[in-house]
């Protein structure tokens, strides 16, 4: 008999779990934190876009970037340095950190696919070029508004359609790689172009690849929240 009434006195036990976790205190410095590096990495984004749709300054824009990755730096050590010492972190440390580091890994990058045009000495690119980093900048902004929704978060559906979305572009990206490399290795008869703009292509892509990692972290979050 006490087989039988098992089940029924399991059933409450995820009700008080979710009641206490929302009852804990929690410390709510850290959403300002992910916000800022979230717009952080959007503006260093922006600036690597505008690179490749004109390249004639370089060098300008590489220091844009470096200087934003500064700030960004600044800001994923007080993220870090806040949570050696919160007692209530609004989700598993772990997580803190993952989305912080993740976040910074965007602007790494952007600051990566930036001097691989500076470095190559890269006089034009190509139309697939442009439109791989404007898909890191569009994924960028739909996750900024995701993190935006963390603080106030009434249920994880908003989050995870962004998040769907970012996966989406992911793809999308997928997809303009393929076709770049095929006509790059098709119709340019330089050598070392075919070098050099593979490199581009492959770190621009790259971008929406950390862009859905950044993702997958605030899935994880999410719904263990939910």
């Known amino acids: 008999m006490s087989a039988q009434f098992a089940p029924e006195a399991r059933e409450p036990r995820p009700f008080w ?91 790494d990058l952007a600051e990566d696919a930036a001097q691989s045009l500076h470095l190559y000495h890269l006089l034009a690119v190509t139309p697939e070029a442009q439109r ?26 908003a989050v995870l359609a962004l998040c769907a979305e970012v996966d989406e572009l992911e793809a999308q990206a997928d997809h303009v790689l393929r076709a770049a490399m095929s006509r790059l290795f098709r119709e340019e008869p330089d050598a070392r172009q075919i070098v050099k703009l593979k490199a581009v292509y492959e770190v621009l892509e790259s971008l929406t690849d950390m862009c859905k990692d950044v993702a997958g972290v605030l899935e994880s979050i999410v719904l263990k929240r939910g």
Do not use: C, N, W
């Not at 390249?55 to 590489?62: G, I, K, L, M, Q």
């Not at 844009?64 to 919160?86: F, M, P, Y």
């Not at 739909?142 to 009434?154: C, D, I, M, N, W």
């Open 17 to 107: 779990r979710r009641l206490l976790r929302r009852l804990r205190p929690v410390d709510r410095s850290f959403y300002p934190l992910f916000e800022a590096q979230a717009a952080l990495a959007v503006e260093a984004l922006r600036v690597m876009a505008q690179l490749q749709h004109d390249v004639r300054d370089p060098a300008r824009r590489v220091r844009e970037i470096e200087e934003i990755e500064k700030r960004a730096d600044g800001v994923d050590d007080q993220v870090q340095a806040r949570l050696r010492t919160s007692l209530f972190p609004p989700f598993a440390r772990a997580e803190v950190h993952a989305l912080a580091s993740r976040l910074d890994d965007v602007i």
């Open 132 to 157: 791989l980093a404007d898909l890191a900048v569009e994924a960028m902004l739909k996750l900024e508004q995701a993190v935006g929704q963390l603080a106030r978060l009434p249920s994880p559906t």
